[in-house]
């Protein structure tokens, strides 16, 4: 079992940045970073998979950057230009087998979950 605990979430205005951190207790192969709105479905806004590669949706593509301290076993999310949209539970997810670039964009590739942290971006 990988427990994985997200720190970094907080307010800030339109054009702010956030990093969120995620410390994950285990070894992971595939790992990514998904987000929720009220009344919204789950979305995926990052992954990367062992090798190294990442992807975004277009949403976040060039604003959000995906890293990994294989070291420290953290996952990191750089958040730039960040937007009112943007404002959404912020979960970590981890999976212990590989992932492809598509499969990491989605929930049901990961079956270990953290708490989630609030990011409220205000305009």
């Known amino acids: 079992q990988v427990q994985l605990v997200e720190s970094g979430g907080g307010s800030v205005q339109a054009g702010g940045s956030l990093r969120l951190s995620c410390a994950a207790s285990?070894?992971?192969?595939?790992m990514g970073w998904f987000r929720q709105a009220p009344g919204k479905e789950r979305e995926g806004v990052a992954s990367i998979n062992m090798v190294g590669s990442s992807t975004y949706p277009d949403s976040v593509k060039g604003r959000f950057t995906i890293s990994k301290d294989n070291a420290k076993n953290t996952l990191y999310l750089q958040m730039n230009s960040l937007k009112p949209e943007d404002t959404a539970v912020y979960y970590c997810a981890a999976a212990p087998w590989p992932c492809t670039v598509v499969g990491g964009g989605r929930a049901s590739t990961y079956n270990y979950w953290g708490q989630g942290t609030q990011v409220t971006v205000s305009s």
């Open positions: 285990g070894y992971t192969k595939c």
